[in-house]
């Protein structure tokens, strides 16, 4: 445990927000709408932000896209010289397709990564026997159905199967040199979601929420040494 959790300690340096491994961006408009994408988001990627908010497609929607994360993370250790991760680049790619089945129903299915990170540290790295490389994601596969109850409300619901993968190499301290220790492993998880939207002005002012339940995912791997 005291290994897992110091890996996760270097992978969650370079991140400021409290959400720890979220991604968000799995919509450009999403990400320029900020935090009000559960209140406004009409197409098939509402799946990851309010299953409510499918019933803004008109018929047939498919949306598909990548966003690239570079981190970038340098420090200097006491008595030593610069150091800072080697290029990373995370891709956590997002599909989604929702269809419009009458004026009341939609039905959708939405995969993308809601959880990700990764640390690529020098060889000569001061931290190595903790971490040298290590990589975190999980999954999601979310079907989801709308109802629209009033004209001006409107829920949803989605289940989510998950996929959680993690991998993690070090250095171990050998009596006259260093050994490499490589470990991997994944698991499968499943999970709920919720959402509500309420036109409180029609055409002017929106209401949004969504609840996601608990996930609990046990992880089986190996280790090469």
């Not at 991140?15 to 990400?31: C, E, K, P, Q, V």
Request: aromatic share 10%; glycine share 14%.
């Amino acid at each position: 445990m005291k290994k897992t959790l110091s890996v996760a300690t270097l992978l969650a340096a370079g991140l400021s927000h409290a959400a720890g491994f979220a991604i968000d961006t799995h919509s450009a408009r999403a990400t320029g709408l900020c935090s009000t994408a559960n209140a406004t988001m009409q197409d098939s990627s509402a799946i990851a932000y309010n299953p409510a908010n499918i019933l803004g497609v008109k018929k047939l929607d498919i949306t598909a896209g990548d966003v690239v994360i570079n981190p970038h993370l340098k420090f200097t250790p006491e008595g030593g010289d610069q150091q800072g991760f080697k290029p990373t680049y995370v891709p956590p790619p997002h599909a989604f397709a929702v269809y419009r089945i009458n004026e009341s129903m939609a039905a959708g299915l939405g995969v993308y990564v809601p959880f990700g990170a990764g640390a690529n540290w020098p060889e000569d790295f001061v931290g190595r026997t903790r971490g040298l490389e290590s990589t975190v994601a999980t999954y999601a596969f979310n079907p989801t159905f709308a109802y629209q109850a009033h004209d001006r409300f409107r829920m949803g619901v989605g289940v989510s199967l998950l996929r959680g993968t993690v991998g993690i190499r070090r250095k171990i301290a050998l009596v006259q040199n260093e050994g490499t220790i490589q470990i991997g492993g994944a698991g499968w998880g499943f999970g709920y979601n919720a959402g509500i939207q309420v036109d409180v002005v029609k055409d002017l002012l929106g209401f949004g929420a969504q609840f996601r339940g608990p996930t609990q995912t046990n992880f089986e791997g190996k280790g090469d040494f």
